[in-house]
């Protein structure tokens, strides 16, 4: 019985830590979510901050953003990997392919 208590209260615990820590990452961005906002253009933080609601991350956001640039260029899938102090986004094709696009961090264009 001592063990069927200690069990409930440590799962109580963590199901109230993971609902306030979900709480507060809808709420406000994280560090990185901060610097990646820092990085663009006033313009394109505001197109980014706009498109926030309290289920989409920041990283979600510009993902889909990058993916809808680079889609006009080759036919894309998924966004695979960003890397914003490069300016890279590795995505994956319909077909498979996996290409990598150079892209302005400011303002998310896909370079030629």
Do not use: H
């Amino acid at each position: 019985m001592r063990y069927a208590t200690s069990y409930s209260v440590m799962t109580a615990t963590l199901t109230v830590t993971l609902l306030l820590s979900g709480a507060a990452s809808a709420g406000q961005p994280t560090a990185i979510q901060k610097a990646e906002l820092d990085q663009l253009s006033p313009q394109m933080r505001s197109q980014v901050e706009g498109r926030m609601t309290g289920e989409q991350s920041v990283r979600g956001i510009l993902e889909t953003m990058l993916l809808n640039n680079t889609s006009v260029m080759f036919a894309t899938n998924r966004v695979v990997a960003v890397d914003f102090d490069k300016g890279v986004e590795v995505v994956e094709g319909k077909n498979g392919e996996i290409k990598a696009f150079p892209f302005d961090v400011a303002t998310l264009a896909i370079k030629s």
